[in-house]
Protein backbone atom coordinates (compact mmCIF):
# COMPACT_ATOMS: atom_id res chain seq x y z
CA UNK A 1 0.00 0.00 0.00
CA UNK A 2 3.10 2.51 0.87
CA UNK A 3 4.60 1.87 -2.74
CA UNK A 4 0.96 2.32 -4.05
CA UNK A 5 0.59 5.17 -2.59
CA UNK A 6 4.43 6.76 -3.58
CA UNK A 7 4.04 5.30 -7.26
CA UNK A 8 1.12 7.70 -7.30
CA UNK A 9 2.31 10.63 -5.56
CA UNK A 10 5.84 10.51 -7.93
CA UNK A 11 4.31 9.42 -11.38
CA UNK A 12 1.25 12.44 -11.54
CA UNK A 13 1.09 13.32 -14.65
CA UNK A 14 1.42 9.43 -15.80
CA UNK A 15 -2.04 9.28 -13.39
CA UNK A 16 -3.49 12.25 -14.66
CA UNK A 17 -2.63 11.19 -18.46
CA UNK A 18 -4.19 7.93 -17.67
CA UNK A 19 -7.21 9.32 -15.62
CA UNK A 20 -8.09 11.77 -18.78
CA UNK A 21 -7.63 8.94 -21.43
CA UNK A 22 -10.65 7.37 -21.14
CA UNK A 23 -13.17 9.19 -22.92
CA UNK A 24 -12.19 8.04 -25.98
CA UNK A 25 -9.65 5.67 -25.81
CA UNK A 26 -11.15 1.93 -24.90
CA UNK A 27 -10.10 2.09 -20.99
CA UNK A 28 -7.84 4.60 -21.48
CA UNK A 29 -4.67 2.78 -23.03
CA UNK A 30 -3.68 2.16 -26.28
CA UNK A 31 -4.00 -1.34 -25.28
CA UNK A 32 -6.17 -2.83 -22.77
CA UNK A 33 -3.81 -5.06 -21.64
CA UNK A 34 -1.82 -2.02 -20.18
CA UNK A 35 -4.95 -1.45 -16.87
CA UNK A 36 -3.40 -4.22 -15.70
CA UNK A 37 0.04 -2.70 -14.90
CA UNK A 38 1.30 -2.83 -11.36
CA UNK A 39 -0.19 0.34 -9.08
CA UNK A 40 -3.34 0.49 -11.18
CA UNK A 41 -1.90 2.35 -14.12
CA UNK A 42 1.27 2.46 -16.55
CA UNK A 43 4.43 5.22 -16.85
CA UNK A 44 3.51 7.13 -19.96
CA UNK A 45 6.91 7.40 -21.72
CA UNK A 46 8.24 11.02 -22.96
CA UNK A 47 11.29 9.33 -24.59
CA UNK A 48 14.18 6.84 -24.76
CA UNK A 49 17.39 5.77 -25.44
CA UNK A 50 20.12 3.16 -24.88
CA UNK A 51 18.89 1.51 -21.39
CA UNK A 52 17.08 4.26 -20.07
CA UNK A 53 13.33 5.83 -20.47
CA UNK A 54 12.65 8.99 -19.37
CA UNK A 55 8.70 9.59 -18.17
CA UNK A 56 6.29 12.68 -18.71
CA UNK A 57 7.03 13.34 -14.64
CA UNK A 58 10.78 14.13 -16.09
CA UNK A 59 12.03 10.92 -14.59
CA UNK A 60 14.86 8.74 -15.90
CA UNK A 61 14.74 5.13 -15.56
CA UNK A 62 17.14 2.51 -16.03
CA UNK A 63 15.14 0.09 -18.58
CA UNK A 64 15.43 -3.40 -17.54
CA UNK A 65 11.64 -4.31 -19.02
CA UNK A 66 12.98 -3.21 -22.64
CA UNK A 67 9.59 -3.55 -23.90
CA UNK A 68 9.88 -6.93 -22.65
CA UNK A 69 11.84 -7.93 -25.44
CA UNK A 70 10.74 -5.53 -27.97
CA UNK A 71 13.72 -3.10 -27.24
CA UNK A 72 16.25 -6.03 -26.53
CA UNK A 73 18.28 -4.05 -29.01
CA UNK A 74 18.33 -0.66 -27.01
CA UNK A 75 16.13 2.03 -27.42
CA UNK A 76 17.42 3.89 -30.72
CA UNK A 77 20.05 1.99 -31.88
CA UNK A 78 22.10 4.25 -34.32
CA UNK A 79 22.26 2.01 -37.15
CA UNK A 80 18.40 0.67 -37.36
CA UNK A 81 17.33 4.41 -36.62
CA UNK A 82 19.49 5.46 -39.80
CA UNK A 83 18.04 2.48 -41.95
CA UNK A 84 15.04 3.36 -41.13
CA UNK A 85 15.25 6.72 -41.82
CA UNK A 86 16.72 6.32 -45.09
CA UNK A 87 14.69 3.81 -46.13
CA UNK A 88 11.26 6.01 -45.12
CA UNK A 89 12.70 8.97 -47.37
CA UNK A 90 13.98 6.91 -50.05
CA UNK A 91 10.98 4.73 -50.26
CA UNK A 92 8.23 7.13 -49.23
CA UNK A 93 6.70 5.41 -46.61
CA UNK A 94 6.46 1.48 -45.84
CA UNK A 95 3.42 0.82 -47.96
CA UNK A 96 4.09 0.53 -51.50
CA UNK A 97 3.48 -3.19 -51.02
CA UNK A 98 6.50 -4.42 -53.15
CA UNK A 99 9.56 -5.83 -51.98
CA UNK A 100 12.95 -4.49 -51.36
CA UNK A 101 16.24 -6.22 -51.23
CA UNK A 102 16.70 -6.25 -47.38
CA UNK A 103 14.14 -9.13 -47.19
CA UNK A 104 16.02 -11.67 -48.77
CA UNK A 105 19.27 -10.82 -46.79
CA UNK A 106 17.30 -10.83 -43.49
CA UNK A 107 15.89 -13.84 -44.26
CA UNK A 108 19.28 -15.55 -44.91
CA UNK A 109 20.43 -14.35 -41.73
CA UNK A 110 17.68 -15.91 -39.95
CA UNK A 111 18.26 -18.85 -41.74
CA UNK A 112 21.95 -19.19 -40.41
CA UNK A 113 21.25 -18.31 -37.29
CA UNK A 114 18.13 -20.47 -36.50
CA UNK A 115 19.02 -23.52 -39.10
CA UNK A 116 15.48 -23.40 -40.65
CA UNK A 117 15.75 -21.99 -44.01
CA UNK A 118 12.65 -20.94 -45.60
CA UNK A 119 11.51 -17.48 -43.92
CA UNK A 120 8.06 -15.23 -44.36
CA UNK A 121 7.31 -11.84 -43.30
CA UNK A 122 4.60 -10.52 -40.93
CA UNK A 123 3.75 -7.36 -38.58
CA UNK A 124 4.23 -9.29 -35.23
CA UNK A 125 4.98 -12.18 -33.54
CA UNK A 126 1.34 -13.11 -33.03
CA UNK A 127 0.66 -13.16 -36.70
CA UNK A 128 3.99 -14.82 -37.29
CA UNK A 129 1.89 -17.80 -34.98
CA UNK A 130 -0.83 -17.59 -36.46
CA UNK A 131 0.33 -18.19 -39.80
CA UNK A 132 2.71 -20.68 -38.55
CA UNK A 133 -0.38 -22.45 -37.59
CA UNK A 134 -2.17 -22.18 -41.01
CA UNK A 135 0.96 -23.79 -42.75
CA UNK A 136 1.03 -26.40 -40.23
CA UNK A 137 -2.64 -27.58 -40.74
CA UNK A 138 -2.25 -27.16 -44.23
CA UNK A 139 0.94 -29.16 -44.78
CA UNK A 140 -0.03 -32.01 -42.00
CA UNK A 141 -4.16 -31.53 -42.87
CA UNK A 142 -4.99 -31.87 -39.27
CA UNK A 143 -6.97 -29.30 -37.45
CA UNK A 144 -5.28 -29.25 -33.68
CA UNK A 145 -2.86 -27.64 -32.37
CA UNK A 146 -0.90 -28.33 -29.31
CA UNK A 147 0.38 -25.69 -26.42
CA UNK A 148 1.54 -25.82 -22.70
CA UNK A 149 -0.44 -24.37 -20.09
CA UNK A 150 0.21 -20.95 -19.08
CA UNK A 151 2.12 -20.55 -22.63
CA UNK A 152 1.44 -17.07 -23.92
CA UNK A 153 2.22 -16.82 -27.99
CA UNK A 154 0.56 -13.40 -28.64
CA UNK A 155 -3.22 -13.00 -28.68
CA UNK A 156 -3.68 -16.15 -30.80
CA UNK A 157 -7.22 -17.58 -30.01
CA UNK A 158 -6.07 -21.03 -30.34
CA UNK A 159 -3.84 -20.43 -27.52
CA UNK A 160 -5.90 -19.64 -24.77
CA UNK A 161 -5.82 -22.76 -22.72
CA UNK A 162 -4.86 -24.00 -19.58
CA UNK A 163 -5.03 -27.47 -17.94
CA UNK A 164 -7.79 -27.18 -15.37
CA UNK A 165 -7.65 -28.32 -11.80
CA UNK A 166 -8.95 -31.91 -12.74
CA UNK A 167 -6.69 -32.23 -15.59
CA UNK A 168 -9.12 -31.52 -18.43
CA UNK A 169 -8.28 -28.11 -20.79
CA UNK A 170 -10.39 -25.32 -19.98
CA UNK A 171 -10.50 -21.98 -22.01
CA UNK A 172 -8.20 -19.81 -19.98
CA UNK A 173 -9.50 -16.80 -18.28
CA UNK A 174 -9.30 -13.06 -20.13
CA UNK A 175 -10.40 -14.88 -23.54
CA UNK A 176 -12.13 -12.85 -25.08
CA UNK A 177 -14.57 -13.54 -27.74
CA UNK A 178 -13.14 -16.17 -29.64
CA UNK A 179 -14.54 -17.58 -32.57
CA UNK A 180 -14.22 -21.12 -31.33
CA UNK A 181 -14.01 -22.19 -27.54
CA UNK A 182 -10.06 -23.45 -27.98
CA UNK A 183 -10.89 -26.59 -26.14
CA UNK A 184 -12.08 -28.00 -29.25
CA UNK A 185 -9.13 -26.68 -31.23
CA UNK A 186 -6.47 -27.20 -29.10
CA UNK A 187 -4.50 -29.55 -26.62
CA UNK A 188 -2.99 -28.76 -23.51
CA UNK A 189 -0.38 -30.56 -21.51
CA UNK A 190 1.99 -28.86 -18.35
CA UNK A 191 5.36 -28.43 -19.82
CA UNK A 192 8.51 -30.92 -18.94
CA UNK A 193 5.25 -33.52 -18.71
CA UNK A 194 6.48 -35.96 -21.70
CA UNK A 195 3.47 -38.62 -20.66
CA UNK A 196 1.04 -36.36 -20.59
CA UNK A 197 2.40 -35.11 -24.02
CA UNK A 198 2.82 -38.48 -25.44
CA UNK A 199 -0.65 -39.23 -24.47
CA UNK A 200 -2.42 -36.26 -26.33
CA UNK A 201 -0.39 -36.58 -29.05
CA UNK A 202 -1.43 -40.43 -29.88
CA UNK A 203 -5.21 -38.78 -30.85
CA UNK A 204 -3.32 -38.13 -34.12
CA UNK A 205 -4.74 -34.97 -34.58
CA UNK A 206 -2.43 -32.74 -33.96
CA UNK A 207 -1.23 -30.53 -36.67
CA UNK A 208 1.91 -28.76 -34.36
CA UNK A 209 2.93 -28.39 -31.14
CA UNK A 210 3.69 -24.66 -30.42
CA UNK A 211 6.59 -24.42 -28.07
CA UNK A 212 8.89 -21.72 -26.06
CA UNK A 213 12.01 -24.27 -25.71
CA UNK A 214 11.84 -22.26 -21.96
CA UNK A 215 8.53 -20.63 -21.08
CA UNK A 216 9.16 -17.34 -20.77
CA UNK A 217 5.57 -15.70 -19.92
CA UNK A 218 4.98 -17.16 -16.63
CA UNK A 219 7.96 -16.17 -15.18
CA UNK A 220 10.94 -18.63 -16.56
CA UNK A 221 10.18 -22.18 -16.71
CA UNK A 222 13.42 -23.97 -18.05
CA UNK A 223 13.14 -27.69 -19.47
CA UNK A 224 14.14 -30.47 -17.65
CA UNK A 225 17.44 -32.18 -18.92
CA UNK A 226 16.43 -34.47 -21.85
CA UNK A 227 12.75 -32.76 -21.82
CA UNK A 228 12.98 -31.52 -25.34
CA UNK A 229 14.69 -34.27 -26.98
CA UNK A 230 11.70 -35.84 -26.04
CA UNK A 231 9.52 -33.30 -27.01
CA UNK A 232 11.08 -33.43 -30.75
CA UNK A 233 11.19 -37.76 -30.53
CA UNK A 234 7.33 -37.48 -29.77
CA UNK A 235 6.49 -35.11 -32.01
CA UNK A 236 8.13 -36.87 -34.86
CA UNK A 237 6.86 -40.03 -34.06
CA UNK A 238 3.13 -38.56 -34.03
CA UNK A 239 3.62 -36.73 -37.30
CA UNK A 240 3.08 -33.33 -35.73
CA UNK A 241 5.11 -30.18 -36.69
CA UNK A 242 7.02 -28.73 -33.77
CA UNK A 243 7.36 -25.04 -34.23
CA UNK A 244 9.58 -23.10 -31.53
CA UNK A 245 8.28 -19.93 -30.81
CA UNK A 246 11.80 -17.91 -30.34
CA UNK A 247 10.48 -14.00 -30.13
CA UNK A 248 10.98 -14.24 -26.02
CA UNK A 249 13.82 -17.29 -25.94
CA UNK A 250 16.29 -15.15 -28.25
CA UNK A 251 17.58 -13.89 -25.41
CA UNK A 252 19.63 -17.01 -24.88
CA UNK A 253 21.51 -16.10 -28.19
CA UNK A 254 22.39 -15.37 -31.46
CA UNK A 255 20.06 -18.08 -32.97
CA UNK A 256 17.73 -18.14 -29.63
CA UNK A 257 17.46 -21.65 -27.74
CA UNK A 258 17.67 -23.30 -30.83
CA UNK A 259 20.59 -22.64 -31.60
CA UNK A 260 22.31 -22.53 -28.26
CA UNK A 261 20.67 -25.83 -27.45
CA UNK A 262 20.89 -27.85 -31.11
CA UNK A 263 17.43 -28.05 -31.37
CA UNK A 264 15.75 -29.09 -34.71
CA UNK A 265 12.51 -27.97 -34.95
CA UNK A 266 10.55 -28.39 -38.16
CA UNK A 267 9.32 -24.19 -38.01
CA UNK A 268 10.56 -20.92 -36.00
CA UNK A 269 8.27 -18.16 -35.22
CA UNK A 270 9.68 -14.98 -33.90
CA UNK A 271 9.19 -11.06 -33.88
CA UNK A 272 9.52 -8.01 -31.70
CA UNK A 273 13.34 -7.66 -30.50
CA UNK A 274 14.65 -8.47 -34.33
CA UNK A 275 13.80 -5.30 -35.41
CA UNK A 276 15.45 -3.12 -32.53
CA UNK A 277 12.06 -1.57 -32.06
CA UNK A 278 10.12 -1.39 -35.44
CA UNK A 279 7.39 -4.11 -35.44
CA UNK A 280 7.87 -6.76 -37.17
CA UNK A 281 7.63 -11.01 -37.02
CA UNK A 282 8.74 -14.07 -39.51
CA UNK A 283 8.02 -17.58 -39.66
CA UNK A 284 10.44 -20.23 -41.17
CA UNK A 285 10.31 -23.63 -41.98
CA UNK A 286 12.67 -26.34 -43.21
CA UNK A 287 13.44 -26.37 -47.43
CA UNK A 288 11.46 -29.85 -47.67
CA UNK A 289 8.27 -28.19 -45.65
CA UNK A 290 8.85 -25.13 -47.86
CA UNK A 291 8.46 -27.07 -51.10
CA UNK A 292 6.02 -28.76 -50.40
CA UNK A 293 3.42 -25.97 -49.07
CA UNK A 294 5.08 -24.42 -52.38
CA UNK A 295 3.44 -27.00 -54.43
CA UNK A 296 0.41 -27.73 -52.67
CA UNK A 297 -2.13 -27.48 -55.44
CA UNK A 298 -4.93 -27.93 -52.74
CA UNK A 299 -4.04 -24.66 -51.16
CA UNK A 300 -3.15 -21.47 -53.09
CA UNK A 301 -0.79 -19.90 -50.69
CA UNK A 302 -0.13 -17.02 -52.86
CA UNK A 303 -3.71 -16.14 -52.22
CA UNK A 304 -4.22 -13.14 -49.71
CA UNK A 305 -6.85 -15.06 -47.91
CA UNK A 306 -4.93 -17.57 -46.17
CA UNK A 307 -1.79 -16.15 -44.98
CA UNK A 308 -0.96 -12.79 -45.71
CA UNK A 309 -0.86 -9.01 -45.22
CA UNK A 310 -0.03 -5.60 -47.24
CA UNK A 311 2.12 -4.59 -44.32
CA UNK A 312 3.66 -7.74 -43.93
CA UNK A 313 7.11 -7.71 -44.70
CA UNK A 314 6.88 -3.54 -45.43
CA UNK A 315 10.15 -1.85 -46.10
CA UNK A 316 10.74 -0.31 -42.75
CA UNK A 317 10.46 -3.42 -40.66
CA UNK A 318 13.00 -5.32 -43.09
CA UNK A 319 15.10 -3.05 -43.11
CA UNK A 320 15.11 -2.22 -39.66
CA UNK A 321 15.49 -6.10 -39.07
CA UNK A 322 18.40 -5.89 -41.51
CA UNK A 323 20.50 -3.10 -39.48
CA UNK A 324 19.35 -4.62 -36.28
CA UNK A 325 20.47 -8.52 -37.17
CA UNK A 326 23.42 -7.21 -39.01
CA UNK A 327 24.90 -4.07 -36.70
CA UNK A 328 23.29 -4.63 -33.20
CA UNK A 329 22.25 -8.06 -32.21
CA UNK A 330 25.62 -9.46 -32.92
CA UNK A 331 27.41 -12.76 -31.38
CA UNK A 332 29.87 -10.28 -29.98
CA UNK A 333 26.78 -8.32 -28.48
CA UNK A 334 24.96 -11.45 -27.27
CA UNK A 335 27.94 -12.29 -25.25
CA UNK A 336 28.40 -9.43 -23.66
CA UNK A 337 24.47 -8.96 -22.63
CA UNK A 338 24.93 -12.34 -21.08
CA UNK A 339 27.87 -11.73 -19.23
CA UNK A 340 26.52 -8.24 -17.67
CA UNK A 341 22.78 -10.55 -17.11
CA UNK A 342 25.21 -13.10 -15.13
CA UNK A 343 26.32 -10.22 -13.17
CA UNK A 344 22.84 -9.25 -12.27
CA UNK A 345 21.67 -13.06 -11.20
CA UNK A 346 24.92 -13.65 -9.26
CA UNK A 347 24.32 -10.07 -7.10
CA UNK A 348 20.64 -11.24 -6.84
CA UNK A 349 21.33 -14.38 -5.46
CA UNK A 350 24.21 -12.95 -3.01
CA UNK A 351 21.34 -10.71 -1.70
CA UNK A 352 19.25 -13.50 -1.50
CA UNK A 353 21.67 -15.85 0.18
CA UNK A 354 22.74 -12.89 2.56
CA UNK A 355 19.55 -11.97 3.82
CA UNK A 356 18.15 -15.94 3.94
CA UNK A 357 15.29 -15.12 1.68
CA UNK A 358 13.93 -18.48 -0.05
CA UNK A 359 13.63 -16.98 -3.50
CA UNK A 360 15.09 -18.85 -6.50
CA UNK A 361 16.68 -17.05 -9.80
CA UNK A 362 16.72 -17.82 -12.99
CA UNK A 363 18.85 -16.77 -16.08
CA UNK A 364 18.47 -17.40 -20.36
CA UNK A 365 20.68 -15.72 -22.00
CA UNK A 366 20.41 -11.97 -21.31
CA UNK A 367 17.20 -12.30 -19.65
CA UNK A 368 16.88 -13.28 -15.70
CA UNK A 369 14.08 -13.74 -13.54
CA UNK A 370 13.71 -13.68 -9.38
CA UNK A 371 10.44 -15.61 -8.24
CA UNK A 372 8.86 -15.92 -4.75
CA UNK A 373 9.98 -19.81 -4.42
CA UNK A 374 12.65 -21.24 -3.23
CA UNK A 375 15.43 -24.05 -5.37
CA UNK A 376 14.67 -26.02 -6.88
CA UNK A 377 12.66 -23.33 -9.25
CA UNK A 378 9.90 -24.56 -11.00
CA UNK A 379 9.23 -26.90 -14.09
CA UNK A 380 5.84 -26.51 -15.23
CA UNK A 381 2.85 -23.41 -15.50
CA UNK A 382 0.59 -24.23 -12.60
CA UNK A 383 2.90 -23.97 -10.17
CA UNK A 384 4.95 -20.90 -12.07
CA UNK A 385 1.83 -19.56 -11.69
CA UNK A 386 1.18 -20.50 -8.14
CA UNK A 387 3.76 -17.29 -7.40
CA UNK A 388 2.58 -14.79 -4.85
CA UNK A 389 1.35 -11.61 -7.09
CA UNK A 390 1.23 -8.92 -4.33
CA UNK A 391 5.27 -9.79 -3.65
CA UNK A 392 5.16 -9.07 -7.31
CA UNK A 393 3.55 -5.99 -7.62
CA UNK A 394 5.42 -4.56 -3.99
CA UNK A 395 9.14 -5.65 -6.27
CA UNK A 396 7.94 -3.85 -9.20
CA UNK A 397 7.28 -0.83 -7.30
CA UNK A 398 9.30 -0.58 -4.92
CA UNK A 399 12.03 -0.52 -7.44
CA UNK A 400 10.14 1.94 -9.89
CA UNK A 401 9.64 4.40 -7.36
CA UNK A 402 13.31 4.72 -6.91
CA UNK A 403 13.68 4.47 -10.84
CA UNK A 404 14.54 1.11 -11.65
CA UNK A 405 11.68 -0.46 -14.25
CA UNK A 406 11.49 -4.25 -14.29
CA UNK A 407 8.99 -5.93 -16.62
CA UNK A 408 6.02 -6.11 -15.00
CA UNK A 409 4.45 -9.23 -13.43
CA UNK A 410 6.95 -11.45 -13.35
CA UNK A 411 10.39 -8.35 -12.73
CA UNK A 412 11.95 -10.13 -15.01
CA UNK A 413 15.28 -8.01 -16.12
CA UNK A 414 16.69 -7.67 -19.69
CA UNK A 415 19.92 -6.83 -20.87
CA UNK A 416 20.42 -4.49 -24.04
CA UNK A 417 24.38 -3.82 -25.75
CA UNK A 418 23.82 -1.13 -23.77
CA UNK A 419 22.90 -2.04 -20.45
CA UNK A 420 26.41 -1.67 -18.07
CA UNK A 421 27.50 -3.05 -14.76
CA UNK A 422 26.93 0.09 -13.07
CA UNK A 423 22.87 -0.37 -14.22
CA UNK A 424 23.12 -3.50 -12.50
CA UNK A 425 24.82 -2.24 -9.61
CA UNK A 426 22.13 0.46 -8.90
CA UNK A 427 19.26 -2.38 -9.36
CA UNK A 428 21.13 -4.26 -6.26
CA UNK A 429 21.33 -1.80 -4.29
CA UNK A 430 17.41 -0.90 -4.49
CA UNK A 431 16.84 -4.41 -4.54
CA UNK A 432 18.94 -4.76 -1.45
CA UNK A 433 16.98 -2.48 0.38
CA UNK A 434 13.70 -3.51 -0.87
CA UNK A 435 14.23 -7.31 0.82
CA UNK A 436 15.30 -5.58 4.07
CA UNK A 437 12.55 -3.07 4.29
CA UNK A 438 10.00 -6.35 3.96
CA UNK A 439 12.28 -8.11 6.36
CA UNK A 440 11.67 -5.03 8.93
CA UNK A 441 15.50 -4.81 9.28
N1 LIG B 1 5.28 -15.12 -28.66
C1 LIG B 1 5.75 -14.94 -27.43
C2 LIG B 1 6.56 -16.02 -26.79
C3 LIG B 1 5.50 -13.76 -26.73
O1 LIG B 1 5.95 -13.61 -25.50
C4 LIG B 1 4.73 -12.75 -27.37
C5 LIG B 1 4.46 -11.49 -26.68
O2 LIG B 1 4.86 -11.21 -25.59
C6 LIG B 1 4.27 -12.99 -28.66
C7 LIG B 1 4.54 -14.18 -29.28
C8 LIG B 1 3.44 -11.96 -29.36
O3 LIG B 1 4.15 -10.81 -29.64
P1 LIG B 1 3.39 -9.54 -30.19
O4 LIG B 1 2.49 -9.11 -29.08
O5 LIG B 1 4.45 -8.54 -30.44
O6 LIG B 1 2.63 -9.94 -31.38
New binding site residues.
Partial sequence: KREQDSYAANFPRSRAAFDGAGEHLLGGVPMTWMRMWPGGFPVYQAAARGARLSDIDGHELIDFCLG???AMAGHSPAPVTEAVARRYTELGGATTMLPTEDAAWVAAELARRFGVSHWSFTL??????RWAIRVARQLTRRTKILVFSY??????DETFIVVGPDGRPVSRAGNVGAPVDPVTTTRVVEFNDPAALERELAHGDVAAVLM?PAL??IGIVLPRDGYLAQVRELTRAAGTLLIN?????FSAGPGGCTRAWGLDPDMV?I??SIGGGV?C?AYGLDAGLAERILSDDSADIEDVGGVGGTLAGNALSVAAMRACLGSVLTDAAFAGMTEVAAGYTESVRAVLAAKSVPWSISQLGARAEYRFTPEPPVTGGESAAAADVDLDEYMHLYTLNRGILMTPFHNMALMSPMTTKSDVDAHTAVFTEAVSELLGE
Fill in positions: DTGSATDANCYHGSVETNDETHTTGKPG
